[in-house]
C-alpha cells in the first residue's frame, strides 16, 4: 500500500517535472529540445496535456472572450467541428513527419515527434489565456494590441516547431525548413487520401446494400 | 357504389391536401416587407408602406398607356411619360388627371414627341423633355414654348459615331443639365446652361486588381484579345436630391464582380465632381437583397433599375428582378425592402421607376402598364421621425420613436442602435453597452465601453491601486518570511526549477 502511493507520487512527481520544463524549452529552444529528447527530460503525458490545454485555449477563447472579439452565433455553432481540425491536424502533422523524416535522415521517432510538436504549443496557451482576460479591459478600438499579442504567439510557435525538427532530427536549419515544407504537402495527401478512403467506403457500402435489396427482391 | 366512390375522392382529395407538402422554394421570408438581420438573415416585418391606389391609362379615359419609361414629381403633381403613346400625361397625388402634353410649340409650330422617355421640370415649371428618338433634349417654359434644344455635341470626340439617345435628364438648381444617354459608358453628359456640352461626369472607375494585371502580363497577345475588355458600366437611371447630389444606379455587373469586387456599387452618390460619396455603413453597402433565393425564374442579384432620394436623405432603390423596393438611411442601413413580383396590388411585373411625393412613394410598372402609390404606416412612420430627431442630433428625442418602433417590430435592429445611442448620450453606458451588443454594433459598442471603463477606473481607483501595491509588495514580504523560516525550502526550490 505505501509502496504503491509512493511510486504513485513519484509518477505524479515526474509529470510535474516533465511539464514544468516547457517553461524551459520555449525560451531555451535549442537547449531545450535536445535534452528534451537526448536526456528525457520530456513526456508523453506532459505532452498529452500541453495538447489537450491547446484545445482547451480555444475553446475558452471562443466561449469567454468578450463581446466584440469573439462572439459567435451560437445557432450554427458546432463546438465539436471546430475544435476538431486542429486536434486532427496535430495528429496527421506527427505522422506525416515521421514518414517522411524516416526517408530523410531524421534521427527522431514518432513519439520524439509528438512529444517535441507538443511542446512546441507551450507559448499558444501561455498567451492565449491571459488574453481572454484582455479582452474583458480592452474596447475593440485597441484590438491592435489584442492581435500582436495572438499573431506573437503563432509566430513563436512556428520558430519552437522549426527548432524541434532541428534538434529531434539533428537538422541543419535548411534541412529543417525542407522538411517542415514537404511535411505539410504530405499532410495534404494523406488529408486527400482519408477523404477518398470514406467516399469509397461509403460507395462500396452503398453497393453491397444494393445487391442485398436486390437479392430480396428477387427471392420473394 | 356510386356514393361509395364520391366518399373515396373526397377522401383522396382531403388526404392529398394534408399530405403534399407545402413546397417552399427557398429560406426567404413570406412577408410583404422584411429586414434583414447582422448575420444577413430575412426577418419578416410590419409593413412601413402600403399600397393604396393603382392608376392605369383606362382610369383616366384616355386609353391603356403604352410602354410607360418614367416617372416624375415635382410639388403635387405626377409626371408619367408614356413612350408609347408619344405623351406625357400629368396627374395629381390621388391620380386624378390634369393635364396631358403631347406637344410642345417650337418656332411656332406645333411639334409632337417620338418615344420620349423622360421628363424633368424645374421649381419654376419648365420642362425638360427627352425625345430619345428625335435625339434631342426639348427645354420648354410652363407654356409649353420650347426655349431650346440639346442635340448631338458637335465635337467629333465627344460621342463619335453613336446617336446621341437621351434616355434620362436632371437638372440641377443652376440649370445644368445632366443626361444618360443610350450606348455612352463614360458616365452622363452634362451640359450647362446655354446648351453646350461642357463633360462627361460621374464615370465608372475601371480598376484592374492584381490578379487581373499579373494575369494580363502571362498571356499572349491573342489571348490577351480575347478577354473580355474591361470596359466602365452603363447607368441604369439618375435622380437628383433636394441638395443637387445625383443619385445614380447600374445593374449591368454579373454577380462574381459584386461578390468579389467591392468596387461594383449598385448605387451611388455622386458629388459635383463625379465622386461617389454614399455612406455605407449598414451590415452590408447597399446592393438590395443579400439572400438569392433562386425562385420564380429570379437569381442572382438585385438589378437596381431607379432610385429615388427622399427630403431626409433616405433613399429607395427599385430592384426590377424580384420587383422589390429597399429602403435605406442616410448611413446605408437598410430600412425595409417590401414588394415582390405578381399581379396583386403592391406587386410588380417589370417596375421600371420610382417616384417620391413628400413621403408617399411612387412605381411605374412597364409591363402591367401601371402606377401604384403606397404610403407610410404608422410603423414606417415612427422611423422617418427616429432617423429625422437623430440627424438633428436628438437622440433622446429620438429614441422615443425608436421605441414605438420596437413594439411594433421587435426584430428592428435599427431601433435597438437608436436607443442605444440615446442611452450613450446621456451617459448610461452599461445599458447602452446591453443594447449594442444585442445588435452586434461593435462600434458603439466599443464607445460605450471605453467610456464605462475610464467611469469604472475613476471610481475604483483606490482599490486599483491598493492592489497594484499588494502584487508588488505581499511576494517580496513572503519570500523575506519564507527564507528566515525555513532556510532550505526556497533552495529546493531552485534545485527542483534548474532540474
Not at chain 2, 420650347?146 to 458637335?154: E, F, G, Q
Not at chain 2, 464605462?452 to 523575506?480: D, F, H, T
Request: net charge neutral.
Amino acid at each position: 500500500m505505501n509502496a504503491k502511493t509512493e511510486i504513485y507520487k513519484e509518477k505524479l512527481r515526474h509529470l510535474g517535472k516533465t511539464l514544468r520544463y516547457s517553461l524551459y524549452v520555449i525560451f531555451h529552444p535549442f537547449d531545450g529540445f535536445w535534452d528534451l529528447i537526448h536526456e528525457k527530460r520530456g513526456s508523453i503525458g506532459a505532452a498529452t496535456i500541453i495538447f489537450i490545454m491547446m484545445l482547451l485555449t480555444q475553446v475558452w477563447t471562443w466561449t469567454y472572450s468578450a463581446f466584440p472579439f469573439y462572439f459567435p452565433q451560437w445557432e450554427y455553432f458546432n463546438l465539436f467541428m471546430r475544435v476538431l481540425p486542429s486536434a486532427v491536424l496535430f495528429f496527421i502533422w506527427c505522422i506525416a513527419n515521421w514518414s517522411l523524416t524516416t526517408l530523410m535522415d531524421g534521427k527522431g521517432r514518432l513519439s520524439h515527434i509528438y512529444m517535441a510538436s507538443a511542446y512546441a504549443l507551450t507559448p499558444f496557451i501561455l498567451i492565449r489565456i491571459p488574453l481572454i482576460f484582455l479582452t474583458y479591459i480592452l474596447s475593440y478600438d485597441e484590438y491592435t494590441y489584442y492581435a500582436v499579442f495572438a499573431n506573437l504567439s503563432i509566430v513563436w510557435c512556428v520558430i519552437l516547431f522549426i527548432a524541434a525538427m532541428m534538434m529531434i532530427h539533428d537538422y541543419t536549419i535548411g534541412k529543417a525548413l525542407f522538411s517542415s515544407f514537404l511535411t505539410i504537402v504530405a499532410m495534404m495527401i494523406i488529408i486527400f487520401l482519408i477523404i477518398m478512403f470514406f467516399s469509397l467506403i461509403t460507395q462500396s457500402f452503398g453497393y453491397f446494400v444494393a445487391l442485398y435489396k436486390e437479392a430480396t427482391f428477387r427471392l420473394y | 357504389m356510386i356514393r361509395k366512390a364520391k366518399k373515396l375522392i373526397i377522401y383522396i382529395i382531403l388526404l392529398s391536401m394534408v399530405l403534399i407538402p407545402k413546397d417552399r422554394v427557398s429560406a426567404e421570408s413570406e412577408s410583404y416587407t422584411y429586414t434583414y438581420e447582422y448575420f444577413d438573415f430575412q426577418l419578416e416585418s410590419p409593413d412601413a408602406y402600403t399600397p393604396q391606389a393603382l392608376l392605369l391609362g383606362t382610369d383616366l379615359g384616355i386609353g391603356d398607356f403604352n410602354n410607360p419609361k418614367s416617372l416624375f414629381v415635382r410639388d403635387e403633381y405626377l409626371y408619367i411619360v408614356d413612350s408609347g403613346n408619344n405623351r406625357i400625361v400629368v396627374v395629381d397625388r390621388y391620380f386624378e388627371l390634369i393635364r396631358v402634353i403631347d406637344k410642345v410649340i417650337m418656332d411656332g409650330e406645333e411639334v409632337t414627341f417620338l418615344n420620349p422617355s423622360d421628363v424633368y421640370v424645374t421649381a419654376n415649371g419648365d420642362m425638360y423633355i427627352c425625345d430619345a428618338d428625335n435625339n434631342r433634349v426639348l427645354h420648354t417654359d410652363a407654356d409649353l414654348n420650347v426655349i431650346k434644344t440639346y442635340v448631338k455635341p458637335d465635337d467629333p470626340t465627344v460621342l463619335g459615331e453613336t446617336n446621341f439617345i437621351p434616355l434620362k435628364c436632371v437638372v440641377d438648381k443652376a440649370g445644368r443639365l445632366f443626361v444618360l444617354a443610350g450606348n455612352v459608358n463614360q458616365g452622363f453628359m452634362e451640359f450647362d446652361k446655354e446648351g453646350n456640352f461642357t463633360n462627361f461626369t460621374g464615370a465608372n472607375p475601371v480598376k484592374a486588381t492584381l490578379w487581373q494585371a499579373l494575369q494580363k502580363r502571362l498571356m499572349t497577345k491573342e489571348q490577351r484579345a480575347r478577354m473580355i475588355l474591361f470596359v466602365p458600366t452603363e447607368y441604369s437611371n439618375l435622380a437628383i436630391d433636394k441638395d443637387d447630389f445625383l443619385y445614380a444606379t447600374t445593374n449591368t455587373f454579373t454577380t462574381d464582380q459584386l461578390a468579389t469586387m467591392k468596387t461594383v456599387n449598385p448605387v451611388r452618390k455622386l458629388n459635383s465632381i463625379g465622386e461617389d460619396i454614399l455612406v455605407r455603413n449598414g451590415y452590408e453597402p447597399p446592393i438590395g437583397d443579400l439572400q438569392w433565393g433562386a425562385g420564380g425564374d429570379m437569381t442572382g442579384p438585385s438589378r437596381f433599375e431607379d432610385v429615388t432620394a427622399m427630403d431626409n436623405d433616405t433613399y429607395f432603390c427599385l430592384d426590377r428582378n424580384r420587383g422589390r423596393i429597399f429602403g435605406y438611411d442616410f448611413q446605408g442601413n437598410m430600412l425595409y425592402a417590401f414588394g415582390g413580383a405578381g399581379n396583386k396590388l403592391g406587386y410588380f411585373q417589370y417596375p421600371i421607376s420610382i417616384e417620391h411625393m413628400g413621403t408617399d412613394l411612387f412605381v411605374l410598372d412597364n409591363r402591367a402598364v401601371s402606377v401604384t402609390r403606397f404610403t407610410l404606416t404608422e410603423f414606417g412612420k415612427y422611423i422617418n421621425e427616429g432617423l429625422a430627431l437623430y440627424k438633428e442630433g436628438l437622440y433622446e428625442e429620438s429614441a422615443e420613436y425608436w421605441k414605438k418602433a420596437l413594439r411594433l417590430n421587435g426584430n428592428y435592429d435599427l431601433a435597438y442602435i437608436g436607443i442605444g445611442r440615446a442611452l450613450l448620450r446621456k451617459g448610461e453606458y452599461q445599458e447602452a453597452m446591453k443594447y449594442f451588443k444585442s445588435k452586434r454594433d461593435y462600434n458603439n459598442y466599443s464607445k460605450a465601453f471605453a467610456e464605462y471603463r475610464k467611469e469604472w477606473v475613476e471610481e475604483n481607483i483606490q482599490y486599483l491601486l491598493i492592489g497594484a501595491a499588494a502584487l508588488v509588495i505581499v511576494p517580496l514580504v513572503i519570500s523575506k518570511i519564507l527564507k528566515r523560516f525555513k532556510g532550505g525550502a526556497a533552495n529546493y526550490e531552485r534545485k527542483d526549477r534548474d532540474l
